[in-house]
């Protein structure tokens, strides 16, 4: 088994950096023109916040007059981080104990993307999807490490379907067939 997805794996790489004295406005526009729901505020290459959709809306009703109003003004200064080294299920826990919907990754004090729930989630789901495979192939479906040591489970023999047949009078799927007047039958068939 693949060991748990990292952050870096999920993360998005391309977020919008903007500065404390961009205008609000023009941050909107470019929120938009990206289709991205926050936008990083960065001080040379270090970042120092975080404006979302939420702090601009939150701006608009309380807020200084939006078509005046700076980045700076509306910003949250308060950034949960997670390193891009993080399992998914460590920046999950993280990001459920902050009051934040996404997270910055960052690798010292410079961001490289932006991890959100919905990330996380699906991070978490493909895990769950690439441990778990149908029985009905026979492949591996689960695999465990034991004392340092990788074991395999497979199904059962008698949950596998490669060595069964099915009746040609009743169609029952089973491993016993016998051929009887030309016809594959079970055991059940060939007694009446």
């Known amino acids: 088994m693949d060991s748990e997805l990292t952050v870096r794996e999920i993360m998005d790489r391309e977020y919008v950096g903007v500065t404390e004295s961009d205008s609000l406005v023009e941050t909107v ?8 729901e926050t936008a990083v505020v960065l001080h040379g290459s270090e970042h120092v916040g975080v404006v979302t959709e939420r702090d601009i809306l939150s701006a608009l009703v309380d807020g200084p007059d939006p078509t005046e109003a700076t980045v700076g003004e ?23 104990t902050q009051p934040a919907r996404r ?15 919905e990330d996380l989630l699906a991070g978490r789901s493909y895990r769950i999807d ?25 199904p059962p023999a008698e949950d596998r379907f490669e060595d069964q047949g099915i ?10 067939l016998a051929s009887f ?8 068939c060939r007694e009446m």
């Open 167 to 176: 009746c040609e009078v009743c169609g029952t799927l089973t491993r016993d």
């Open 74 to 96: 509306v910003m949250s200064d308060h950034v949960p981080t997670v390193k891009p080294e993080a399992t998914v299920s460590a920046a999950a826990d993280r990001l459920s």
């Open 130 to 154: 690439s441990e778990t495979t149908t029985a009905a192939t026979g492949e591996v479906i689960a695999e465990e490490t034991i004392g340092g040591a990788s074991t395999e489970t497979t």
């Open 29 to 36: 526009e470019l929120l938009l023109e990206e289709d991205k």
């Open 103 to 117: 997270l910055l990754v960052t690798n010292g004090a410079e961001p490289e993307g932006v991890v959100t729930e």
């Open 181 to 188: 007047n030309g016809q594959l039958l079970c055991t059940d």
